[in-house]
């Protein structure tokens, strides 16, 4: 899984990287890549990193799913994550908010009408163009008071009905039909009005139609005007692109709504659409600002599985209440009266927020709620200790509030609870906690579990640089997203070397290996090491392009990168291919024309490691200054001869600010006045020079 979602944007890690660690994977312009955080931090938001615990920092569908599962509403399915090293960001944890919410399933079925929806469409009329196709030709193909004729001419009919967004023209009621073939047809006339956005067509001929002697009609016109009627309410109050204003939607419209939800659940106790009707009732009670009524709803809801009005899709769920509970503009908290809904507001309430006008719920405002917690005071508590913890920064005290023994996890609740001891060990004793975690770990009995423990001590075992935690057919950390973490931004030479020669290391982490050793060797200017794994390049080096290789290669490290063949600045400046480079610069690494031309090298196109947050790219376990060409090319201006090697420093120093002003060198960026004398100097010393003439700006 690619994410892309707003962590950070290219256009910042242009400025701070390494000039050889700008990404493989990234994408031009300022599209936002969404890559989990492994700290596990807890507190601050975050739509990329997100726990099976818990958490503030959750998003509130993963919180909301969590929570429904523990009620015995909501199956989690193991999300498996990516399945190639080189290419993986996310395994099972962490993951993105989306994830869970994707992996939920009922437990429990709801006795909702099973519609095939139309997903090209997003206006909700449409969704059932399909379903409403299915369901009419077979109610026609069984009625036994139509002749074959009628049946071949109606679902022909019904057939048309294909699309939602262009005008379909009525259809014209054969009058030599029989009463009940007139009925149905009239029923198709309804349907073409309701998609063509005719409400109140749609509603005359379905009040009619409701009292006829066909039950099915009868009973399936009742419900379209519960659709109908929804619909045409709540056109009243959306504008050109969409968007809804409940203060402009029609009440009489929404009170007719209303009315057509209780006549049908009146008329139809046992009906067929029962559960999606009373479903409607929450959308009512959204678009008439009723929070209180609203709210209740929902409970009822999560109370009463077993219901036949049982109507909730737990994949649907949480968006459903963030939008219309969370994110109503009628919202008031005194209408929060149950674990679940208090829960996910009071986690939401412990975020770190920068905000002036933002304040966390107050240890006195959580306390108050106790009583509402009376049906699950674990719940309460466990909110307690993250309030302790996580807002008051009382560590001692949160231990307090979670169990002194708790040895088996079964719910996410208790997963939760041996999480935030483990973050209060983290804090208090490190040491400890790498021994917590482990003993965790090897107690876990679900791929969340496992995925959650084996994180957070992966973040120990990083730091010892044991590759053989990582590697083999049985290693103690499995997630490839961490294996390839530790390869690609964790280990240093020793043990990328040691990965290298390894026997038990696979293929996919060999490469891997090699290549970030190469690009950091580059990097730090080790040019020794660069040429002794020089010799350990696929032979077939040049196939490996990354997204641009075939099939086979496409996932697996960018070796072609490595593959240059020189290039020529001048005639007299000719710079080599890059293993000969290399070895020059192992033997003269100080000399300005060959810094130049890994200058060269560097602007050819060669894209160090994947992109990954700046704090992964730890560099401080490799030796040697980093590499910038920036650099080289102040070195040329202040201490190299005249001639063409200073014009072409003098040159490329100013075009590390072109188009936009900000330097792409990845030196220490300069003020526009020492960019305004390096241009004044080429203009005066190299007049004649092409790269004098080409140069209008110094940006």
Same mark, same amino acid.
């Given at each position: ?345 009071? $986690?939401? =309430?412990?975020?770190?927020? /920068?905000?002036?006008?933002? %304040?966390?719920?107050?240890?006195? *405002?959580? #306390?108050? &709620? !106790? ?89 120990? $075992?990083? =730091?010892?640089?044991?590759? /053989?935690?990582?590697?083999? %057919?049985?290693?103690?950390?499995? *997630?490839? #997203?961490? &294996? !390839? ?101 192992? %033997? ?6 060959? #810094? ?104």
């Amino acid at each position: 899984m690619k994410s892309k979602k707003s962590c950070l944007s290219l256009a910042l890690f242009g400025s701070i990287l390494p000039l050889f660690f700008y990404a493989t994977n990234t994408h031009a312009g300022f599209e936002p890549i969404c890559n989990p955080d492994f700290a596990m931090q807890g507190k601050v938001y975050s739509a990329c990193s997100n726990l099976p615990v818990l958490l503030p920092a959750n998003d509130n569908h993963s919180n909301m799913i969590l929570l429904l599962s523990d009620l015995g509403l909501a199956n989690i399915k193991t999300y498996q994550g990516d399945q190639n090293l080189w290419d993986s960001t996310y395994a099972t944890v962490p993951f993105d908010d989306s994830t869970l919410v994707r992996m939920a399933e009922n437990k429990i079925g709801n006795h909702r009408t099973k519609f095939e929806e139309t997903r090209d469409y997003f206006d909700e009329r449409c969704a059932t163009l399909a379903s409403g196709k299915m369901s009419f030709n077979e109610q026609v193909k069984n009625n036994k008071n139509l002749s074959v004729q009628e049946k071949q001419s109606l679902i022909a009919e019904r057939n048309k009905i294909s699309e939602c967004s262009n005008k379909i023209p009525l259809l014209a009621v054969d009058p030599q039909w029989s009463a009940t073939a007139r009925q149905y047809a009239s029923y198709l006339n309804a349907t073409i009005a309701f998609y063509n956005t005719n409400y109140s067509i749609a509603t005359k001929i379905y009040s009619v139609l409701a009292t006829v002697d066909d039950a099915w009609l009868k009973e399936t016109s009742q419900y379209m005007l519960i659709r109908s009627s929804l619909n045409s309410a709540y056109a009243t109050g959306t504008n050109q692109y969409g968007d809804v204003d409940l203060d402009k939607i029609n009440q009489n419209l929404l009170k007719e709504f209303l009315d057509n939800i209780t006549t049908y659940l009146k008329l139809y106790p046992n009906g067929q659409y029962a559960a999606s009707a009373r479903g409607y009732m929450r959308r009512g009670f959204w678009l008439t600002g009723r929070q209180d009524l609203l709210i209740n709803e929902i409970v009822w809801q999560i109370q009463n599985p077993q219901s036949k009005y049982y109507n909730l899709d737990v994949s649907e769920l949480p968006s459903e209440i963030d939008r219309r509970v969370f994110g109503s503009q009628y919202f008031n908290v005194k209408y929060l009266k149950d674990p679940f809904f208090l829960a996910t507001y009071d $986690l939401m =309430q412990m975020r770190a927020s /920068n905000s002036e006008s933002y %304040k966390p719920i107050t240890w006195s *405002q959580l #306390n108050a &709620q !106790k009583d509402m917690f009376k049906t699950q005071p674990e719940l309460f508590k466990y909110l307690q200790a993250v309030h302790l913890f996580y807002v008051q920064n009382k560590t001692q005290e949160a231990l307090d509030y979670l169990p002194k023994d708790l040895s088996v996890v079964n719910n996410y609740l208790q997963l939760s609870q041996v999480f935030l001891k483990g973050q209060i060990l983290e804090k208090n004793n490190p040491a400890q906690a790498e021994q917590y975690w482990t003993q965790w770990l090897n107690k876990s009995k679900n791929a969340y579990q496992h995925g959650l423990f084996e994180t957070a001590l992966s973040n120990h $075992l990083n =730091q010892k640089q044991d590759i /053989n935690v990582f590697i083999g %057919k049985n290693p103690i950390i499995r *997630q490839i #997203n961490l &294996q !390839k973490r530790f390869i690609v931004f964790k280990a240093n030479e020793t043990s990328l070397q040691k990965i290298i020669q390894s026997k038990q290391a696979n293929l996919d982490q060999k490469q891997a290996a090699i290549y970030t050793l190469l690009s950091k060797s580059l990097d730090h200017q080790n040019y020794a090491l660069f040429n002794q794994t020089y010799a350990d390049l696929p032979k077939d080096a040049a196939q490996y392009k990354g997204y641009e290789s075939t099939e086979k290669l496409k996932d697996k490290p960018p070796f072609a990168n490595f593959i240059w063949d020189g290039s020529t600045i001048t005639p007299q400046l000719i710079c080599s291919n890059l293993p000969t480079l290399t070895k020059q610069l192992e %033997k003269s690494p100080k000399d300005l024309f060959l #810094n130049i031309c890994m200058g060269e090298y560097a602007r050819s196109g060669y894209h160090g490691l994947p992109y990954q947050l700046a704090e992964e790219n730890d560099e401080q376990s490799f030796q040697g200054k980093q590499f910038t060409r920036g650099e080289v090319y102040k070195n040329v201006i202040k201490t190299g001869t005249q001639g063409d090697l200073q014009a072409y420093a003098l040159y490329r120093a100013i075009m590390c600010y072109s188009p936009s002003g900000i330097n792409d060198c990845a030196d220490q960026e300069v003020t526009k006045n020492v960019r305004k004398q390096w241009y004044d100097q080429i203009k005066r010393d190299y007049p004649n020079s092409t790269w004098a003439k080409s140069l209008k700006y110094y940006w």
